[in-house]
């Protein structure tokens, strides 16, 4: 099985990798204070396919730091009960 990578696209601060493994991409993303990648565990059957996915994949997890920043603040200030914070903090 022959793997190659593509160069690291930038995307909102985090870096892309494109995977290609025979006929299929997956993608790896690095956030910018965290040595390793994270992913979908997902396969798609091509380039573009897997770059948008990525994409999509860096905006959730920007999106998702930034509610739990402001449930933290949320739940410190009191504004919250601890039930209701792990309500808001809970993302399947």
Request: aromatic share 14%; hydrophobic share 45%; with cysteine.
């Amino acid at each position: 099985m022959l793997t190659t990578t593509s160069p690291r696209i930038s995307h909102h601060g985090w870096q892309i990798q494109i995977v290609a493994a025979e006929q299929v991409f997956s993608f790896e993303c690095y956030a910018p204070d965290l040595p390793d990648f994270m992913n979908d565990a997902e396969v798609y059957p091509d380039w573009q396919t897997a770059h948008a996915a990525a994409c999509q994949f860096v905006d959730r997890e920007i999106a998702i730091a930034a509610l739990i920043d402001l449930a933290n603040d949320w739940l410190a200030s009191e504004l919250v009960s601890e039930d209701e914070y792990w309500n808001l903090t809970s993302f399947d």
